[in-house]
């Protein structure tokens, strides 16, 4: 009888024992997952000096990057993750947009008072629009029709008709007007007085104030939730208080704050409306938060001075401007499929007095723009629902640094988008790359200083242009299409 209680004492213990070691072995594993999953600062793309504002395409296709210093818009191809084109703008440029209809975009020139206009199609400036004073930011109507810039010095909002490429009304908002946003339904925009410490509502349709509400000392930067959020939200990042401020994007009651770390310069979202990024430019990082909950879940450090930061519409990557190593950072964003669970939003939280009368909707004024086409209506319509609140993110994906040879400076890709083509100035070499396996597979002498690539429309052939020898190398892409 003793022996056996002693087997089964000894039984239970190694059960006990063998269920700990399997817990452990599992967690571990589980940390080893998420950290491959781990937001990572992948690349940086080289661009003009200073680079400032950073914009997306609405496909996706490109993303225009202002270089303050080299008076210059970098055209940055998403398919290569290189530079394909640099325009030359007016005098230091900051901010810049592209228009919803994907023909033009703006640049807007701080130092010479002037809007350029891009042409999209060839990749050039095409005319300077006079604004005055110190134009910093932009965005557009979701038709195109009108763009709005914050003109900081003059403390107000030039409305731009895109057709006449002419100022046809100055809206007066507070004190040095910097970050600007406007609604995805296009009704209402917002804009941060970093010297005046709020925020002013314009009705885009009537082009005049709703309402000046006071926020966090020297608000930076604004941006509303995506159509597709579960939630209808805009976030404005206050500098000297440290922290974002939530707000509703219906009746504009404060809904929560987050804490960040020192000077946040730029907010964006993700287009489903569930991560936010925040641009610390004092912390030389980026912090990365639940934008329906709130709470923290990554930061990723930058090399210094990083300013803006603007999410890619399909939701792959994200694009930090980088002041001080003329370049920007490439982020890779491996995108969820997690099914949320059913919850309601936040419970809003008073601070301050907030209004009691707030309009429901904006009202409408087409008698302000009786020779204009109207704004048109959109509905909002949530397509998810939110997560739990512990719901910990994992949508981040690695990408591998792939060595070429030396001094990279442009690239190609091939037709099926399999393999990129790099060529090394310094190195006088062309170095080939397996895009899915994130290695370079082979690299081929071409001549002295080649400074340019194409592929064939067939794939078949790759051009090299070799300015230091006057040649061009003609190589046939065998495997490696």
Known sequence: MPKSRYCVNFNSIFYVFFMFF???????????????????????????????????SSNGNYALITNANDDTVSVVSMATKGTVASIKVGVHPTGVAIAPSLTFAYASNTASGNISLLNMSTLTKTLNIHTGGTPLNIVFTPDSRYAFVTNMHDNDVDVINTVQNAVIKRIRVGKEPQGIAISPNGKIIIVTNAGGSSISIINAAAFSVIRNIHTGLNPTSVAFSPSDAPVKYFYVASGKK???????????????????????????????????????????????????????????NMPTGPINVAVSPDGSAALVTITSAASAAFIRIKRTSAVYAKIGPVSPVTVGTIPSAVPAE?????????????????????????????????????????????????????????FLYVINTQGATLTIIDIAKDEAVKTIKVGGYPSAVKISPDGHYCFVVNSGTNTVTIISTGNYY
């Open 242 to 300: 440290n922290k974002i401020y939530v707000y509703n994007e219906k009746n504009f009651s404060l809904v929560g704050k987050i804490k960040t770390l020192s000077d946040p310069s730029s907010v964006a979202l993700n287009p489903d409306g569930m991560i936010l990024f925040v641009v610390n430019y004092q912390n030389m990082a980026v912090t990365i938060y639940n934008a329906v909950h709130f709470n923290h879940i990554k930061t990723i």
């Open 362 to 418: 904006v009202p409408s004024a087409t008698t302000a723009v009786t020779s204009q086409a109207q704004i048109p209506s959109y509905s909002y319509a949530p397509t998810r629902t939110a997560p739990p609140s512990n719901y910990i993110f994992k949508p981040f994906g690695k990408i591998a640094t792939v060595y070429t040879g030396k001094g990279p400076t442009a690239e190609a890709i091939t037709p099926d988008g399999r």
């Open 22 to 56: 399997l817990c452990v072995t599992v967690l571990v594993s589980m940390s080893s997952a998420y950290a491959l999953l781990a937001p990572r600062l992948t690349r940086s793309i080289p661009v003009g000096g200073m680079p400032y504002g950073v914009a997306f």
